[in-house]
Every structure is written in C-alpha cells, then in structure tokens.
C-alpha cells in the first residue's frame, strides 16, 4: 500500500499510477521512497510482465517538488523557517555539506538505475509537464507514448544546478542525437509531443483521451510474447546501447537464444506458428 502511487494490475499488465495530482505529481520524498520501493520489487514479480508508468491529474509529473524540499533543512528535517528564508539561507535545496547533499541525490538518480534493472518493460504513458525528474523517468522507460499535452524538459540548469542529472544525460543523445540532446539541456526549453515524435522520443503521440488505450494496446502486443523472451530482449538492449563491439552483442544475442530456445513456451511458439494460432506461453 503506497501514500503516492498507485498499482493496478490487468492480468499481466501493471499501471503504476503517479498519484499526487494536487501537486501535478512532483516527486515528494515520499514518493521517491515508494517509487524506489515499487522497482526494487519487480526483480522478484513474476505476475507483473509489462508495466505502464503514467500520471493523475493534469501531468505526468512535474519534477522535484520544491516547496517540500525548501522547507528542509540541510540534514533533511523539516525547517520552522518560511521557504523563501531556507531558500536565500543555503539551507535546504543544494543546502548542508556536500556529503548530505550526494546522498540525498543519489536517494533519487538510482531510480533511474532501478527501472533499468527491472526485467519487464516499462511504457511511460506520458501527458502534460514531464519535467526535471519527471523526465528522467519517461526516458529511463524502455517505450514512451505520449499524448497532444505532453510537454518535457530537463529543467535542472533553470534552477542555478547542471542540465545533466538522473540518468538524462545519459538517456537523451542515445535517444535523439547529440545536438537536439544538446539544446534541450543547455537552454532546458521544453520540447513538445509533435517534435518529440519526429526526433524519436516518443514513439507515438495521440489524443490525450486515448493515451490509456495507447498504452495498454503496446503492453497487449508485448503480453502476448514469451515472459523470457521479453526479459532477455529488454535485457540484450540495454547491454547492446554500451557494448564495444558487434562481437560482444552476437555473444549475448547467442546466449540469449539458447536459452530461450531450451524452453517449453519456445516449443509451443513454433507450434502455434505452424498451426496459425495465438502461442500460450507458460513461462517455462
């Protein structure tokens, strides 16, 4: 039971739900808690295959949330100090000593590292401000969709700190190139859905009233595929992205596919094939 998520699973498919409209769903340190929590487990979910990621309200998520973070104090308690005098004090965001501080920012860019990790795809079902840590989730999902309101940037730099933060860095020129990646975090202008679908990073944009069954048709079509065989394709992916060379990546492809090829629901997927009939994979 989470304060400021929510979880709802169809069968195979898992929505996870980012739940503090109020707040157009800033990151609270609250939900990076749970958020962590929520990734962390999936290693050991073996009902959940595919996971949506999407946002209540009027967005997707608005990044950090300032306001709660402002009225910190370098330890992290909470401040009797008004926000704009923690702000103009060095206290709270950015505040403390440095050791504080890269824990605390390590608390929130390993989300990014957890949803790698995870063995199931993940589909950012992405509508209004996806910003700043917003952002870095809706490229840390293996697919992004996007609705007409979708609007994202990497709002760090506005705020005095680096553009490259949470994995962005990292995510945005393998995606876009290094010159769109390159404007969108040095200026942290945002880019919305219609550029975001010719640059490539979302994979289709469509009324925000149909984004739910967007998602969940693109979660039906990786559904109907072998459990193993989407865990091993997510798998070799992100290994392939940094691999040194063509050899390494057919090494892994090799393995992967003895493996897959050992199983029971490879066996029915021939089957099926031959027979021009949906495959019934059992995960074995």
Same mark, same amino acid.
């Given at each position: 039971?989470?304060?400021?998520?929510?979880?709802?699973?169809?069968?195979?498919?898992?929505?996870?739900?980012?739940?503090?409209?109020?707040?157009?769903?800033?990151?609270?340190?609250?939900?990076?808690?749970?958020?962590?929590?929520?990734?962390?487990?999936?290693?050991?979910?073996?009902?959940?295959?595919?996971?949506?990621?999407?946002?209540?309200?009027?967005?997707?998520?608005?990044?950090? =949330?300032?306001?709660? $973070? %402002?009225? +910190?104090?370098?330890? @992290?308690?909470? *401040?009797?100090?008004? &926000?704009?005098?923690?702000?103009?004090?060095?206290?709270?965001?950015?505040?403390?000593?440095?050791?504080?501080?890269?824990?605390?920012?390590?608390?929130?860019?390993?989300?990014?590292?957890?949803?790698?990790?995870?063995?199931?795809?993940?589909?950012?079902?992405?509508?209004?401000?996806?910003?700043?840590?917003?952002?870095?989730?809706?490229?840390?999902?293996?697919?992004?969709?996007?609705?007409?309101?979708?609007?994202?940037?990497?709002?760090?730099?506005?705020?005095?700190?680096?553009?490259?933060?949470?994995?962005?860095?990292?995510?945005?020129?393998?995606?876009?190139?290094?010159?769109?990646?390159?404007?969108?975090?040095?200026?942290? =202008?945002?880019?919305? $859905? %219609?550029? +975001?679908?010719?640059? @490539?990073?979302? *994979?289709?944009?469509? &009324?925000?009233?149909?984004?739910?069954?967007?998602?969940?048709?693109?979660?039906?079509?990786?559904?109907?595929?072998?459990?193993?065989?989407?865990?091993?394709?997510?798998?070799?992916?992100?290994?392939?992205?940094?691999?040194?060379?063509?050899?390494?990546?057919?090494?892994?492809?090799?393995?992967?596919?003895?493996?897959?090829?050992?199983?029971?629901?490879?066996?029915?997927?021939?089957?099926?094939?031959?027979?021009?009939?949906?495959?019934?994979?059992?995960?074995?």
């Amino acid at each position: 039971m989470y304060e400021t998520l929510g979880v709802t699973r169809e069968d195979h498919l898992t929505w996870l739900t980012l739940n503090r409209p109020a707040a157009l769903n800033a990151l609270s340190r609250r939900m990076v808690d749970e958020l962590r929590d929520f990734f962390w487990n999936l290693a050991d979910d073996r009902v959940s295959r595919v996971v949506v990621v999407r946002g209540a309200g009027r967005a997707f998520c608005a990044g950090l =949330d300032l306001k709660e $973070a %402002a009225s +910190a104090g370098p330890a @992290g308690a909470r *401040s009797e100090a008004k &926000p704009s005098e923690v702000m103009n004090s060095g206290e709270g965001v950015g505040g403390g000593s440095v050791p504080a501080f890269l824990r605390s920012q390590r608390h929130i860019s390993e989300l990014v590292m957890l949803m790698r990790r995870a063995p199931q795809p993940i589909i950012a079902a992405v509508h209004g401000a996806a910003a700043g840590g917003g952002f870095a989730i809706a490229l840390a999902s293996d697919v992004r969709v996007a609705g007409q309101s979708a609007r994202m940037n990497a709002a760090f730099i506005r705020l005095g700190v680096s553009g490259c933060d949470i994995g962005v860095s990292y995510f945005l020129p393998r995606v876009v190139g290094a010159s769109v990646a390159s404007e969108l975090l040095l200026t942290g =202008d945002f880019i919305d $859905a %219609a550029r +975001a679908e010719r640059t @490539g990073l979302v *994979s289709r944009v469509v &009324p925000d009233d149909q984004l739910e069954d967007c998602a969940r048709t693109l979660a039906q079509s990786m559904l109907r595929n072998s459990p193993l065989a989407l865990r091993l394709t997510k798998e070799c992916l992100k290994h392939s992205i940094d691999a040194g060379s063509l050899e390494q990546v057919i090494a892994m492809e090799d393995r992967n596919q003895a493996l897959a090829g050992s199983t029971r629901d490879f066996r029915e997927g021939v089957a099926a094939f031959l027979q021009k009939r949906p495959a019934s994979f059992e995960d074995a």
